[in-house]
Each structure stands twice: as C-alpha cells, then as structure tokens.
Nanobody, 123 residues
Framework: QVQLVESGGGLVQAGSSLTLSCAASGGTFSSYSMAWFRQAPGKGREFVAAITWNGGATFYPEALKGRFTISRDDSKNTVYLRLLSPLPEDTAVYYC????????????????WGQGTQITVSS
C-alpha cells in the first residue's frame, strides 16, 4: 500500500513560481510512474503532468506545456510539480497519483492518490 502526501500549496501571486511536492511511503517508489492532476471548483479532474518510473520521460497536455515541470527524486521518494508562472485559472486542488502502469496513471486510473493540496493564484 502506497501513501502519498502532497504539500507546498497555498496562496500565490500570479507570475510567481511555485513547487509542489508529493512524498510517497509504503512502497518501492522507483517502481511507480507518477502523475499530477488538478480539479478546479465546479470542474472535472484535469491531467497536468506525468513522469515514468525511471524519470526517463515526462508528459504534459498540449494546453499546459511549458508552464509546468514534473520531476522526481527517488532518493527522497518524492515527485515535484513546478508551476512556472501561475495564472488565476491555475487555482485548483492539485493531486498526485501513482501506479506501476504509466498508461493507467496518465489516464487518471492510478491505484494510489494523495489527499490534494490547494493552490490559489491571485491576480
């Protein structure tokens, strides 16, 4: 059983960079592909980024490319999401997910999810 805990959210001014962290425990972190999703008020869950189990490849939806960066540090069992220049429309709860299948985690069907961390971007 893998536990995921997100941190780093809060209130941020538009244009100021922010990095979220997702710490994993209870499993072999390096075996898991990881992803970030977000859900804004009144909207469905949206895929933000994913990274393969070995960090060899990253994936972003076309609409968000260049604005987010996903990375991982297996020595710390942590995956990161950097928001390069947040906009008010990036306000949402951000979740990390883990699965041994990259396909599943990218599709939002990962076996493990964190509780989420709120980001509010002020203009």
């Amino acid at each position: 059983q893998v536990q995921l805990v997100e941190s780093g959210g809060g209130l941020v001014q538009a244009g100021s960079s922010l990095t979220l962290s997702c710490a994993a425990s209870g499993g072999t972190f390096s075996s898991y592909s990881m992803a970030w999703f977000r859900q804004a008020p009144g909207k469905g869950r949206e895929f933000v980024a994913a990274i393969t189990w070995n960090g060899g490849a990253t994936f972003y939806p076309e609409a968000l490319k260049g604005r987010f960066t996903i990375s991982r540090d297996d020595s710390k069992n942590t995956v990161y999401l950097r928001l390069l220049s947040p906009l008010p429309e990036d306000t949402a709860v951000y979740y990390c997910a883990a699965d041994k299948s990259l396909t599943k985690v990218r599709a939002g069907n990962g076996d493990y999810w964190g509780q989420g961390t709120q980001i509010t971007v002020s203009s």
